[in-house]
């Protein structure tokens, strides 16, 4: 299991800007994906954006444009980098490591948008 610890989460009014980040340590295999998903309350956990080992990207319709993801490869750490954001961006944001064969979680950064 990958041991990740998400950083950077809070509250912000709508049209701010978070930036979380996501350390990834202790992983027995080389990580291949990475990536950031969100839970509001009440709803499914939902992905938010992805990169994969060889830069690939991936992000989900209602954050393209206003989030980007990025990762630092020598130090396995992951960004999500959040511009204008809404109240329907509000959730528990976790970060999860694709290493071996199998997926690990983080404890997620709770991210609130006032109106």
């Known amino acids: 299991q990958v041991h990740l610890v998400e950083s950077g989460g809070g509250l912000v009014p709508a049209g701010g800007s978070l930036r979380l980040s996501c350390a990834a340590s202790?992983?027995?295999?080389?990580?291949?994906?990475m990536g950031w998903y969100r839970q509001a309350p009440g709803k499914q956990r939902e992905s938010v954006a992805t990169?994969?080992?060889?830069?690939?990207?991936y992000y989900a319709d209602s954050v393209k444009g206003r989030f980007t993801i990025s990762r630092d490869f020598p130090s396995n750490t992951m960004y999500l980098q959040m511009n204008n954001l809404k109240p329907e961006d509000t959730a528990l944001y976790t970060c999860?490591?694709?290493?071996?064969?199998?997926?690990?979680w983080g404890q997620g950064a709770q991210v609130t948008v006032s109106s």
């Open positions: 202790r992983s027995p295999f080389r990580i291949r994906t």
């Open positions: 999860a490591a694709w290493a071996g064969d199998s997926v690990s």
């Open positions: 990169i994969s080992g060889d830069g690939g990207l």
